[in-house]
């Protein structure tokens, strides 16, 4: 007799289901496992065994056959162990075939019987219930996550016992302990508030900018002038994700092994070190491939602090992703995806000493070691950093000017003005596959409906003779132009929105 079950197989954030099938023949007693399973999952064989033993419902002393198809599908850890055993114990006859036919199941098997919680079980749900599929068993330790996908229906498990009796089987019930991932920590989110920035007004609404139309930004400027302070500031900036983009930011936390205690509703940042190896900046692994720091920060910020102390190779990862919106892991036998529509802000010192351009501690680099310095900022990669901006270090005089109650931005009026300009742009990008401007392709901008006058483009027109700004800078330029005429509530971007977007990408060089 041959018995069907499902589970399912993650590459990256894409899964394919899989075919669990398992034949048992009177020959001489043996469990083989094929399909291209790794040596995680090979071991599945004697997991499956113990736990069925131990759990009071032993596999029989017969030739066991479990095929996981496609079987040309590679397929990698341990979460095939629920399927297989109950796919075998059906073929058994101890459950019946058409009671497992089109469940999905997940979850690794402990030696005791009891059922394991998993990572990506978000994910695998997500990608099974796009393949038609909505009955899933998973472990009891994955309930809270898994009951965050709609439209389906979730049935949690402790043990092998229990999921066969949830089956059909005749079995006695026993009690047991589940296995439950650990509960994480509360801790507290503190990102500061807009208004805690003194002087730098300029970054100020740089920043602004970067939240309303989804740019990318280069701080450059002396150690203590704000830039990390005003970077963390950003993510309370944005508006709240879309139930679509909660969904994927979830997913891959779960593919991460972060414990969820529910969807993530608000923008993700991460903040790498700069001895992150590009593996770690843009996701890797030679067997299971995992997210980077960049693909978890998808529809947040990925803050890189002290830029320049990446290796260069590193960093030219990202160009890639910042062009596409999309990180492709590439090994030998499969190909990972995973999404990279996230906001670069890099911070760095203009120099080595960090003193280059103060009036008040001179600078001790030479000229080739300022140059050599930011040349590990290669062209390419900030040719795709729309904003690019000089921070002072903050005076005296604008310390003081605080102290007696000058105005200021706080994050509430910074956030109200960002999603006032976000509307603007998503009804102006009705028709089209994008929700921001950062996102939208220049041809578009340039497209005859929406071409602006001559008079008005002069001074990027201008630039882009010169030599001094490329044709992707053009258009970043434009993107830039539309997002302060959307912060202005202006039907179309004037002269002044261009020469201030040119300065915004400009200033660092100036």
């Known amino acids: 007799m041959v018995a069907r079950t499902l589970s399912v197989a993650l590459l990256g954030m894409s899964g394919a289901v899989v075919e669990v099938e398992a034949h048992i023949a009177d020959a001489i007693p043996g469990f083989q496992l094929i399909g291209l399973p790794d040596a995680a999952l090979s071991d599945a064989k004697d997991r499956v065994r113990a736990a069925a033993a131990n759990d009071g419902c032993p596999l029989p002393a017969k030739k066991i056959v479990v095929n996981l198809s496609p079987a040309a599908l590679p397929k990698q ?105 650990p509960v994480p920590d509360a801790v507290p989110v503190d990102s500061g508030d807009l208004a805690d920035v003194v002087g730098n007004p300029d970054a100020v609404e740089a920043l602004v ?55 993530i509703t608000r923008p993700p940042i991460e903040s790498p070190h700069h001895t992150s190896s590009a593996a770690a900046l843009v996701g890797g692994g030679s067997r299971v491939i995992r997210p980077g720091a960049a693909a978890r920060a998808a529809h947040g910020v990925l803050f890189l ?18 062009e596409s919106g999309t990180i492709s892991i590439h090994r030998a ?33 030479t000229p080739i070691g300022r140059r050599r310095y930011l040349a590990r900022l290669s062209g390419p990669l900030l040719d795709r950093v729309d904003l690019q901006l000089r921070v002072n270090r903050v005076t005296s005089s604008a310390v003081r000017l605080r102290g007696e109650g000058a105005a200021h931005t706080t994050t509430a009026i910074a956030r109200s003005r960002v999603v006032a300009a976000r509307a603007v742009a998503r009804e102006r990008l009705s028709a089209t596959p994008w929700k921001t401007n950062a996102e939208v392709p220049g041809a578009w901008f340039r497209a005859p409906a929406r071409r602006l006058a ?57």
């Not at 002290?306 to 190779?313: C, H, N």
Request: proline content about 9%; aromatic content about 4%; hydrophobic content about 45%.
């Open 209 to 263: 900018v970067a939240a309303a139309g989804g740019h990318h930004l280069l701080m450059l400027g002396p150690p203590g002038a704000g830039k990390t302070m005003l970077a963390h500031r950003l993510p309370a900036l944005l508006p709240d994700l879309d139930p679509e983009q909660s969904l994927v930011v979830t997913s891959l936390s779960s593919l991460a092994g972060q414990p969820l205690t529910g969807l």
């Open 77 to 181: 850890g341990s979460t095939y162990d629920l399927a297989i055993a109950v796919a075998v114990l059906s073929a058994e006859g101890l459950v019946a075939a058409e009671a497992i036919a089109s469940v999905v199941h997940l979850g690794e098997l402990s030696l005791d019987g009891r059922v394991r919680p998993m990572q990506g079980v978000l994910p695998a749900i997500v990608a099974a219930r796009a393949a038609g599929y909505t009955r899933f068993v998973v472990p009891r330790g994955n309930e809270a996550e898994a009951m965050l996908v709609p439209d389906v229906e979730i049935t949690t498990v402790s043990s092998l016992r229990d999921t066969l009796i949830r089956h059909g089987a005749e079995l006695d019930p026993e009690p047991v302990e589940p296995i439950t991932l």
């Open 454 to 510: 001559p008079a008005v483009t002069a001074p990027i027109d201008r630039a882009l003779e010169r030599g001094t700004l490329t044709m992707r800078g053009y258009d970043r330029v434009l993107r830039v132009a539309w997002t302060l005429a959307d912060l202005d509530a202006a039907s179309a971007p004037t002269a002044e929105h261009l020469g201030w977007a040119l300065y915004l990408r400009k200033s660092v060089a100036a």
């Open 305 to 322: 602090d002290e830029a320049p102390e990446f290796p260069t190779s590193v960093l030219d990862s990202l160009r890639q992703p910042l």
């Open 333 to 365: 036998n499969a190909v990972a995806h995973f999404p990279g529509r996230f906001q670069l802000v890099l911070a760095a010192n203009p120099c080595p000493c960090g003193q280059y351009g103060t009036s008040d501690i001179p600078c001790t680099c």
